[in-house]
Structure formats: C-alpha cells, structure tokens
C-alpha cells in the first residue's frame, strides 16, 4: 500500500471520527497535519485490535493528565459520538484524577459538563 | 456508611484487582496507603459507571503517558486478569504513543512483552 | 465517623481557606467535586500534622512546577490569608524556578503581582 | 566580575537575541527578573560554546515539548532573527512531535504559522 | 559582589545544607555544577526572605510532583537536618499527592520510610 | 512510494544513526517498533530540512527537560557521532536547565559524562 493511501485513509478515518470542521483545521497543519493523518489516524486509529470507544477512553485519559486542554473538547465530543456516555467520560476523568491529581480533572470537568450541554457546538 | 467501611471496601477490591502482595505493599504506606485503598479503591475503583477494564485502559494509558514505570507492571498485570488482552494492551500503549511521544511507549511496551511471557511472575 | 461527615468537614475547611465562591465552584463539580471536599479538604486539608501555612508553600509549589496556572490564583490568595506574605511566596517561585525552570516561574510571579495589588479581587 | 557585571551583560544579550520589549517584561519580574537576566542570558547565552541559532533549536524544542505557551511566540520570533528558517523550526518541531506527542506539536505549529506571517508583530 | 563571591558562598551553603558528600558531587558536574552553586546555593538558598525549612517544603514538594527521584533523597534527609520532622515530611507528600497523583506520592513515601530510619545512612 | 518502502527507509537511516543493536533493539518491539522506523527515521529523521546534527539538538534538548533518561544515552552518542563535541552537548544541557531545572540537567550532565569517556561503551 501506498503512502498516498496511508494519507487517504487517515483521512477517511479523522472524517468518521472527529468531521470535516477537524479535517479543515489538520490540513492547515501542512506536514505536521499530513503525518497526524498517515499515523495517528490511517495507522493507529485504523488498526482492528481495539474498538474507537475503547480508543477514547484512553486519549481521553491522557490528555486530561497532560493537561493537553487544547484537544480535549473535539476529543471528548468525539468520545459521546463513538459510544462513551457523558458519566462514563466523567468515570474516566475521577479514574484519571487519582493518578494525575484534582486539578487537572477539575479543568477536564468543566469541560466535558460544558460539551455535555452542547455536544454538536462550536 | 462510615470511614472504615470505605477502608474496608477498597481493601476487598485491591484484593480482588491487584491480590494481595499489592494490599501488603499498599498498607506498608501509613496514611497514604490507607487513602489510596479509601479513595482510589474504596470510591473510585468500586463505582459502577465503568467496567473493570475500561478503568484499566484508562490506566495504563495514563502511566504510559506520565512515565510512572513502577506502577506499570502491576496495572498491566492486573489489566490482563480484568480481561484485556495482550494485543489489546499492545493498541492502548500505540494510542498512547501518538499523544506523548514514542520513548515512553519503548519502555511500556517492554514492560508488558515481559508480564505478557510471565503473567503471574514476580 | 461517616462519609457524610467527612463531607461536612470538606465543605467547613473549604470555606475557611478558600471561601464561599469557592466552595460554590467546587459544589458545581458532580462527584469530582464531592470527591475533592472529602480527600483534600475534609481529610488532607483537616489533618493536625502540618499548618496551613505550610500546606499552602508547597501546594504553590506544586502549582507553579506543573504549570496549573487555572488553580494558582486561589491558592496564592488562600496562601496570603494562611499568613504568607508576598514576598514569602516569591521566595517559594524562586525556590521552584531552579527546579523546574524560568517560564513556569515567570508566569506565577506576574500572577502573584496581579493578585498582590488585589488580594480581595475577582 | 562582578554580579552587577552579569547583570548587564545579561540585559545586554537579552537586547541582542529578544529586543526592548522583552527587556522591559522581564525587569518588570523582580528579583526573578533580576535572576533571569544574570543566569539565563547573562551566563548560559552569552557563552561562546554554542551558537545563538544551535541554543534556539534547543530552546524552541523545550518549550514545545513542555507545553510552555506563553514563551514559545518570542523564542519563535527570536530564532528567525537569529537565522533559523521557518522550515528549520517546521523541522523541530516535527523531531520534537515523535518524542512528546503530537498534540503539543499541533499547538506550536499554528503559533509558528502565525508568526511566520508577522514576524516583527505584536 | 564578584562572581567568585557568590560561588563561595554557594559552596558554603550546600555544605551546611547538605553536607561535604553532595559538594563534592556537585563539583564533579563541570560548569553545570558551578551553576547551581552559584544560583541555588549562593543565591536562592542564601536569600533571607524565607526559612530553610520552609524552603525544604516547596522543594520536596516539587520533586515528588516531578518524579525527580534521584534528588528526593537528598533532600529529604536535609529537610530532616532542616527541623521537619518525618511526620511533616509525610504530610508534604499527602498534600502533593492531592494535586500531583498518587502513584509520585508512593514512590516517596517508600523513600522517605527508609531515611526515616537511617537518617545519616548512603 | 508504498509503506514497505518508509520501513526500509527507516530501517537504513536508524543503522546510520544509531547502528546495528539499536535497529536489533526496536525491531523487538513489534508494531510499534515498526511505526518508529517508520515515522520518526523513514520519514522524519530522513527529510532534508533540517541537518541531523541540528536534529540531535532537539532531541537531546527534549530528552533531558522531559527526562527521558533511558533513552538518553543512545541519542549522546548518537550526537557525538553527528559531530556534535561533548562540549556542544554540555552546552545544550545547561541550555535546557534554565527552562527545565536544574535536577534534569544533573542526571543527563552525570551520564554525558560516562559517556564522554567511552563513546562507543556499551
């Protein structure tokens, strides 16, 4: 397969899970964007060992301990579309709080209680 | 329900998570194993809103990501008996990858191509 | 005694060291929130062991390290009620900078001056 | 020489690599501030081992990496002035986005793409 | 002052702070060395604007919420020679682990239980 | 250009940079092993924007301020090899201090050092 196809589905795949408002913005990222798409979504995200659901539990639970609150709202409105519900998100941020401290769980809830509200919002 | 109950109920779902080398270990830490085993065992650990192994996912995906290797090992053997397999494993510390970075990812993946040989070792 | 009470004491302790607007954003948190009142304020923040005072250098400490910069500015108000003066809690950011780094320390010092000239402000 | 000799010599470099600007924030800082200027730049940039450009890979690449935003728009501005390309620092931050993840990458593109368009902006 | 001034008095700090072992140390890492001398020892530590046992508190503080296990135990054992007692070094942990995790805070509880009880030991 | 082909692109530019036992070494790693020859040596360590000389300054920058000391030592001599001198990669540690702090820089100055003395040392 072709690094061309590696792009296109990557593609495919950051359209099924985040919609094309993501794809916009990643494709403005020029090779940085170009690598996101090839690996983290025609590559990992792509890969059958493990449901999306269960794929976003775990970017979900990173990124709160990071404190990457920058991608946290598109990731947890893709986590409501690809099965997660808004108290099992909140399961994973308390989960997330005990390893990584309160505060960045408090950021983290705020958040999702906001999206919980509006979940196809800006 | 009382202080103690919470105490009691996280010493039964450490066992029941961990066995009970890691009660023993846990309860050599004073005040700080006594509120780990209230709070991330006797709450958190013991709530309903997501499956055993979801939490681990969630875990194992944050001590990858923070680097907390000497939590690791327990936590992926502890994932293997909550019913994620190796493979599956393998797919959280990918996803993992791709949002802190592949050098932690090297030393967790080692990890559990060690636990993944000797389950039940030392 | 009961988790209720541990709540109780939570929501006591809060309040003396943080007052009522904190308590009401804490109170807005779900579970997480509960969570937060019966560990860190009903039972960290409660213990004899340690005044307030120096509970509040190296939770500025912490803050600062990690760059929580959400939590910093209550903690530092908090930390000027507990008795620490302005220039005591300079003295903790430059403690912090040398171990871990200008920028986290330049940011807290600014924010340390904005609240220094409002110590009651929003 | 004297510390008031480092002192200077350290407004001095600050001048040269970050302008009047910077200057001015960071004598706004105090005693940290005062440290900044002594220790950082000058001691460690004004040491003749490492070229300018060689200590703003370093820097740009510590600052993605650690997630240190508000930092990262002058060390951008300042790495063009002191000739690396916005290819080069495109290149940085693509070494630094396979060590610490691409989230913080994504963020730090968008900056450098802004500042590309506006190098001498505010 | 001159430079070598406040090298001296670096020096002369970390001896009464840690002792001739940790000098020696330190004077084997090179210019790094000279450096921390320099700024940590001869000039933060050296400020009279903040107690030395206060300043032991932000210290662990920082080096349990960063995983700096190579200098915790250095450092506990001066906060021990600094007038904490183990049992105030143990609510530095509780208080860090609150907002940094609890797997750090595990790691230093193990160390600080085996200082506690070889204070002057290797 | 199909994907076998960034593999072995990968692989080739792994063997110039780090030799044959660390190719051994992440071609142990399974899929993820796979995806680092991939993405970071077949195709970003192998775009010519950037020369691998200024590519290890980043590297070495990034792995000292997150602390990623296992695979530190690898990416030293790695640089020395791509002509970076000891004292360049002493330059970049004291670099990366005064963003990071100083315990970081003590580790990697310490392991440089060992390192300095047997650069082609197991």
Redesign the interface.
Known sequence: ???GA?LERGRQRMLEIHGERSLAT?E??????R??LE??YG??YS?P??ALR??Q???????V????S??LPIHLRSSLKAGLSV??L??????????????????A??TL?TIASDPDGT
């Open positions: 397969m072709d690094e590696a990643i403005g990222l020029g090779d940085l964007g690598m996101i690996v983290a590559d990992v890969r060992g493990l269960d794929r539990i775990a970017t979900v639970a990173v990124l301990a990071l404190g990457r920058s991608q108290e099992e909140q399961e994973v941020i308390l989960q997330t709080s005990v390893l990584a401290g309160f505060p960045q769980a408090m950021n809830w705020s209680k």
